[in-house]
């Protein structure tokens, strides 16, 4: 098997319309069923992360699909707290660990993107350049997964300053 | 109507107060999630009935040209033909919560039982006194990445680092996104 050594293995593409769309529907039908890690208190916070989560998955299908490789997903069981739904042949259920890196709040000691700064990362001496690959403790052991998919998403946070969606409060 | 969770079932009123493009997202009376797309002229109105529960609305459309004071609509629900609720929502009561402008790296993957083997190659790491920096942390095992850890996508600063435990290895232990297709 093939490991990681220059840039040019890594994936990088965008997120489309329906990515995003499906991703933010599954976030706001789900999130009051979800296990919330990070015990977020702001109910967008919360369902941006798990579209996030939905919106890479849809994303890596649509990459697979066109190597002619079907995965299967499955989003009916939304009540299910954090249920495998993304399953390929060859590697069983796969988690698809994203991290997200906000682009609309700058951090002037973190360097530019560099994708051959990941592929080379082989230290922890310095935070600019660690690129460690996260898998929650707790849901390493509460929720084992057949393969892991890691993947960095750049984009802005749920905190921008503009206005499209109402979502009820508990009272409604 | 009862619902599938033994409920009576809600309507979900919407008028609008100008011209308006709008999705409307709930439950209905069998739990499965409707996503309605609705055009609706100044005044007119659109009953959801037999709903379990009123998940969302989004706005379509230009946001910065609407007057953040002028209600757009108006918002009821019901149930046996009484009103629980029902209020005028303006630009304001919305919250953007879509991802824009987006970039996403795929770095690798690997089997559980390989995760299970690598990660014990890096000793325990957590953040510095300071939280500026990492620091090996001896005798923990097995191996962490512990809570307030910074690396490149959770820097140092204001509830900077990672936000819990995590097991971690590094991207050249991952096989190549080609192996996975």
Known sequence: MDHVATPEQLVALELNEDDVRGGIEYGIISWGHTYDRMRWKNVPTSINRIAVGRAAESCLARWLRNRNVISEVDRTHFTQTDRSDFKLDQAGHVDVKTVHVYTNFVNPDRPAFDPAAVAHAESWDNWRGFFPMLIPKDQWTRIPKDAYCFAILFSNSPLRPRHLIFLPNPSF | ?181
């Open chain 2, 1 to 181: 109507m009862l619902t599938a969770a033994g409920q009576s079932t809600i309507a979900i009123g919407i008028r609008a107060l100008c011209d308006l493009e709008l999705t409307l997202g709930r439950l209905d009376a069998e739990l499965v999630p409707q996503h309605e797309f609705l055009e609706l002229r100044d005044g007119e109105a659109y009953v959801a009935k037999d709903s379990h529960a009123f998940l969302y609305l989004r706005l379509h459309g230009p946001v910065e040209a609407r007057d953040q004071r002028k209600p757009l609509l108006r918002f009821s629900i019901h149930r046996d033909g009484a009103w629980l609720r029902h209020v005028n929502l303006s630009i304001i009561d919305f919250t953007d919560i879509w991802i824009y402008e987006n970039l996403i790296v795929f770095v690798g993957w690997l089997p559980r039982k390989d995760l299970a083997r690598v990660h014990l190659r890096y000793p325990s790491l957590g953040p510095s006194p300071s939280g500026a920096d990492l620091r090996e942390i001896e005798g923990n095992r097995p191996a962490l990445l512990l809570r307030g850890s910074p690396c490149y996508y959770f820097p140092p600063g204001l509830r900077g680092g990672t936000k819990g435990d995590n097991l971690f290895c590094l991207p050249g232990d991952l096989a190549t996104m080609r192996t996975l297709a």
